[in-house]
């Protein structure tokens, strides 16, 4: 990838001065920009036709300067630059992993702050979003559940994330077409800081913009939603949004599940299941996701994998086993790779994709799990250098 360099870098970004208040038009539904536009004196019968335009400037071609739309009237420009904007969050560090991985630390509304990782692959670019600050759930192996401060994040705030990493990967395409030819984000995943289904309106909002065809254009198909099992949302998800399901299922026996994501205590492992079971769309293409942190001598035994294959007997799926990845403090250790090679190989036997998730920017504490501690690390060793 021409973007990563050799060592791993960080970039900690000057400070930018807050604009005057203006509402953004980030993450607004299309209707929900018709009714802005027509708030500010739109004539009612203009404002679908503007609302197009302006969606075409703003998801097709990442453009941030109202004055530059060229084919909206000087007027109309002058009058939306006068009560819109269309401006990214700050970027308060940019972190770039030997293996090519880019962490975006941005600071949004209140001063809180949310990471946004970008992993290249060959074929793929996999953009993993946050869908809170924090999350008030405790899943006793992630460290994003150790963060005090939580709010929901606003549809704008969703979307903003994945302008952000096209500005900085330049992917907005230049006459029509992606520059050199190719997207650079070609997956979304809903699996960075928070639990998406705890702010259903504004992820499903955002993800509708996200996968609008007049705009950035990925399709429901390559949008993984993340969820510790919602149940409630989980259907509502597969209908209002499509997009693909993974669920942090992580444990094969309710006593150990209460534990691990204890959102369990209220939808045990048998309601999730039989939800799961009736979602949306469920094929041998679309499958779901079962992510499977491997933690030693807690849930990574032979009867655990030969109980996992029964439990989810019937639902086409696959299985994600993800080496745990340790955060200062955390309570629990990594299972070796031979016995995540002997649990992935039940599973296989049993007829199921287990691909092994590669722990990735780990350099930069991006890997699964790990997000939030990096702001705070990077805070500290800034405080030392004498800089904020
Ligand atoms: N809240 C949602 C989405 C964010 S977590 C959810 O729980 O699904 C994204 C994935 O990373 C989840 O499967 C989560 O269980 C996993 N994860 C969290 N902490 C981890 C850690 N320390 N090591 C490996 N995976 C972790
Ligand atoms: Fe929240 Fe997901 Fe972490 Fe659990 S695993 S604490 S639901 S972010």
New binding site residues.
């Given amino acids: 990838m021409s973007t990563a360099p050799i060592t791993p870098e960080t970039r900690i970004m000057p400070r930018i001065e807050p604009v005057p208040e203006k509402q953004s038009l980030l993450g607004l539904t299309r209707e929900g920009m018709r009714e802005a536009l027509i708030a500010i004196g739109t004539p009612v019968k203009q404002a679908k036709m503007r609302t197009s335009q302006l969606w075409q400037w703003i998801y097709q071609k990442g453009e941030q300067d109202f004055g530059a739309m060229t084919n909206l009237a000087k007027e109309f420009r002058t009058e939306i630059g006068a009560h819109f904007t269309v401006e990214r969050p700050e970027i308060v560090a940019l972190q770039v992993s030997n293996d090519g991985t880019r962490k975006y630390l941005l600071r949004i509304d209140g001063g809180h702050e949310v990471e946004a990782v970008y992993i290249p692959d060959e074929n793929r670019g996999t953009l993993?979003i946050s869908?809170q600050v924090g999350?008030t759930?405790n899943?006793t192996?992630?460290?994003?559940?150790t963060q005090k401060l939580v709010r929901n994040l606003t549809a704008g705030e969703i979307v903003a994330q994945v302008m952000v990493a096209r500005d900085d990967l330049e992917e907005w395409p230049e006459n029509g077409t992606p520059k050199e030819g190719r997207r650079r984000i070609t997956n979304v995943?809903?699996?960075?800081?928070?639990?998406?289904l705890y702010n259903f309106e504004n992820v499903r909002d955002a993800m509708n913009v996200v996968m609008d065809n007049e705009g950035i254009s990925i399709s429901r198909r390559r949008i993984t939603?993340?969820?510790?099992?919602v149940v409630p949302e989980i259907v509502r998800a597969g209908e209002e949004i499509g997009c693909l399901l993974?669920?942090?299922f992580?444990a094969t026996t309710d006593e150990v599940r209460d534990v691990l994501?204890p959102i369990n205590k209220k939808w045990n492992i048998e309601t999730l299941l039989d939800t799961l079971r009736s979602y949306p769309r469920l094929s041998n293409s679309e499958r779901i996701t079962f992510?499977y942190?491997m933690l030693k001598d807690v849930n990574d035994s032979d009867a655990d994998a030969r109980r996992l294959v029964r439990l989810i007997s019937g639902i086409p799926a696959k299985i994600?086993l993800?080496?745990?990845?340790?955060?200062p403090g955390?309570p629990?250790e990594r299972s070796s790779w031979s016995r995540i090679e002997a649990f992935a190989e039940i599973i296989n036997n049993a007829g199921y994709a287990s691909p092994v998730?590669t722990?990735r920017g780990e350099d930069i504490m991006a890997?699964?799990?790990?997000l939030k501690s990096a702001s705070e690390k990077l805070r500290k060793s800034a405080l030392k250098k004498g800089t904020s």
């Fill in positions: 993993c869908s999350c759930l899943c192996f992630c460290h994003t559940g995943v809903l699996m960075g800081m928070g639990e998406p939603l993340s969820t510790s099992g993974a669920i942090s992580h994501v992510e942190v994600n993800i080496p745990f990845n340790p955060w955390s629990y998730r722990p890997a699964c799990g790990q």
